[in-house]
């Protein structure tokens, strides 16, 4: 008997789109397998919980180091800028871009804050300083903060050739790694007796700045911190810390210059020198909270009787001294008196933030960014300093500030109908007289935006006809509320350990 039937072939139409559904549905689900599952992660199994308080005897020990990493441009090799649109090539270099570091207290304990000019460093590349501390740093903690310059090198990978192209060279970032371990190793060994006067106040926004995402909720607030030397009360360093996105050139420059921040330090270390013995000393400047959007840009600002609103390189100078000038008259002026010997503590943790965000995920798998990932979670990390009249909050990316100082709405549009839960916010919660809250320290997460504000889905907030920036660049809706909890819980456990009472009953 014939092996065919009397209806031909075995073969049916039917088996054919079997087969064809068959293998689609086996992509589909190797292709969820791989965009869901884990993202390599470097270090994998690092985390720190760290809580201590200084119990040395002997006096305020504080050292600084200016060391430059700007990017040597080479023949043929393409330096991508970050911060604007991809394929933005380096033509050459105005300013140099620095890695400058401050290194203050005790001989049993002590912090280093270290700026760098990029547009940020992932949490990654922290950790892989931190793993490069000598034993004679090993009492240190590391916070390395970026100031998010708009005209450095791409550190993170984002603004590379095209979409999909990595714009990261790792011969920059291994040179980086190794300059801003100099600059905190230098701080350290140099340190020397010192006290500190610190001082804050409001530098306002009128031709500084301007919020370009409602609500328009700004913190203007100007602090800094001079460390002088106990014997000469020559200055060793300062800390300036305000808010506001360094892209005062736009993104049509191609010169690598640090912005705003040049002429800021230029300015208080000359400020320094005039009215203090000795020279200016190093001035580390530190953002903060500049989500929202904090920009220079579109902001009319007056010089020598002209009126500029087109980014600049005379705008930025202009905006950098104006900032300096106010922060040296802030401290020249205080009533408070210098603090010889003011408490240290500190609490750092590792904690996991929801990543929600579908190109940072793709980016990840696809090796566009250096960025890991566990059970659809980033890791990053959160701190608290306490130095006695001055407190500091590590956050860890672009964080709102209606978080930090309140004014959270939830809108009209808004994609939750929910209450405020960053609520009651940060800085209340701070117990210095003088409360900084550092962005982009050891990470870039991108905009921490209030949940209660988050727009990713028509209608738009306040029912505007243009839609939301923001939460392109953010992890997802659930960064602000996890963020908050965890800088919340590390206050309360710093205030724990400082065996401080907040100010006013707070």
């Avoid at 104006?322 to 922060?327: F, G, I, L, M, P």
């Avoid at 919340?488 to 400082?498: A, G």
Wanted: hydrophobic share 40%; proline share 6%.
């Amino acid at each position: 008997m014939n092996a065919r039937s009397s209806t031909g072939s075995h073969y049916s139409p039917n088996a054919g789109w079997l087969f064809i559904a068959l293998s689609l549905a086996i992509t589909a689900i190797w292709a969820m397998a791989w965009y869901y599952g884990d993202g390599e992660t470097r270090f994998p199994g690092y985390g720190i919980d760290e809580t201590w308080k200084s119990e040395a005897d002997g006096p305020l020990l504080v050292g600084a180091a200016a060391v430059p990493i700007t990017p040597v441009l080479k023949d043929g090799e393409n330096v991508w800028l970050a911060g604007f649109s991809e394929a933005r090539m380096a033509s050459g270099v105005h300013d140099d871009l620095w890695a400058r570091a401050v290194a203050f207290g005790y001989e049993d304990r002590m912090v280093v804050i270290c700026s760098v000019d990029l547009i940020g460093l992932f949490y990654s590349q922290v950790i892989a300083i931190r793993k490069l501390l000598p034993p004679d740093v090993s009492h240190v903690h590391l916070i390395v903060a970026a100031t998010h310059n708009h005209e450095g090198p791409d550190t993170m990978g984002l603004w590379g050739s095209g979409r999909f192209a990595s714009g990261t060279d790792e011969e920059y970032l291994a040179l980086l790694r190794t300059r801003v371990l100099a600059a905190v190793v230098t701080a350290v060994r140099t340190a020397s007796a010192a006290k500190m006067i610190a001082a804050s106040g409001r530098a306002g926004v009128d031709g500084l700045v301007h919020d370009i995402r409602p609500p328009r909720v700004i913190d203007d607030e100007l602090s800094i911190i001079r460390f002088a030397s106990k014997s000469t009360d020559s200055t060793i360093a300062t800390i300036v810390a305000w808010s506001n996105h360094p892209e005062t050139l736009g993104g049509k420059n191609t010169l690598i210059t640090s912005d705003y921040p040049n002429m800021l330090r230029l300015g208080v270390e000359g400020g320094m020198a005039n009215r203090w013995p000795g020279n200016g000393g190093v001035c580390v400047y530190v953002n903060g909270s500049i989500g929202g959007l904090m920009t220079p840009l579109g902001v009319e600002m007056n010089v020598m009787g002209e009126t500029i609103k087109k980014p600049s390189f005379e705008r930025a100078d202009a905006l950098g001294e104006r900032v300096a000038s106010k922060a040296v008259a802030l401290i020249a002026n205080t009533r408070a008196r210098p603090e010889v010997r003011p408490p240290l503590s500190l609490r750092a943790k590792t904690i996991y933030v929801p990543l929600h965000n579908t190109w940072f995920r793709l980016a990840a798998k696809l090796g566009v960014v250096d960025r890991g990932f566990v059970d659809s979670k980033i890791r990053t990390e959160i701190s608290g300093v306490s130095l006695g009249s001055v407190d500091f909050l590590a956050i860890p990316g672009e964080i709102h500030p209606e978080i930090v100082i309140g004014g959270i709405e939830n809108p009209p549009g808004a994609n939750f109908e929910i209450e405020p839960v960053e609520v009651p916010p940060l800085k209340r919660r701070m117990m210095g007289k003088i409360n900084v809250v550092i962005g982009l320290a050891n990470d870039e997460l991108g905009y921490i935006i209030p949940k209660s504000e988050w727009d990713e889905a028509y209608p738009n907030l306040y029912m505007s006809k243009e839609s939301s920036y923001g939460e392109v660049n953010s992890l997802g809706p659930e960064t602000g509320p996890t963020i908050y909890r965890a800088a919340m819980s590390v206050l309360e456990e710093l205030r724990e350990v400082s065996s401080v009472q907040a100010p006013d009953g707070r």
